[in-house]
C-alpha cells in the first residue's frame, strides 16, 4: 500500500530514491521471509504491474532484481530452497507487463 501511494502522489522523492528502494526492500524481505523467492516473485508480480510503466523510480529494477538474485543465490547455497534460472527474470517481466527491454537493460547492467 505505501509503494501505491507513492506511485499515485507522483513521489519522485530524494535523488537516489531511497524511500522507494527501502519500502520494496522490506516487502522483498517479508515475502521471503514468508514464502521464499517464489512468494517474493508473486509479490514483485503483483505490485510491479500497478506501478508500470512509469518513470523508474517507483519500480527500480535495477534494486529488485539484485535484491532477489542475491536471495536466492543465498538459499540455493544454503539448499534451503530450489530456485528456477529463470523465475526473477519472469517475475520482473511480469511486473514490466511484458516489456522484455527493461528487464533486458537490467540484466545487460
Known amino acids: 500500500i505505501c509503494l501505491e501511494m507513492l506511485y499515485f502522489a507522483n513521489y519522485t522523492g530524494d535523488a537516489d530514491s ?5 519500502t520494496w ?20 508480480k503483483r505490485v510491479g504491474s500497478h506501478m508500470y510503466p512509469g518513470d523508474g523510480a517507483v519500480l527500480p529494477l535495477d534494486t529488485l532484481c ?4 542475491k536471495a536466492a543465490l543465498e538459499r540455493l547455497d ?3 530452497e ?8 519472469r517475475a520482473l ?3 514490466c507487463k511484458g516489456a522484455a527491454e527493461p528487464v533486458l537493460n537490467t ?3
Do not use: F, P, T
Open 78 to 80: 544454503s539448499q534451503v
Open 18 to 22: 531511497s524511500i522507494i528502494r527501502e
Open 82 to 89: 530450489s530456485v528456477g534460472d529463470e523465475d526473477i527474470a
Open 66 to 69: 539484485l535484491h532477489l538474485e
Open 93 to 95: 517481466l511480469a511486473a
Open 107 to 109: 540484466y545487460d547492467q
Open 25 to 44: 526492500a522490506r516487502l522483498i524481505d517479508q515475502a521471503l521471509s514468508k514464502g521464499g523467492i517464489a512468494e517474493a516473485c508473486s509479490v514483485l
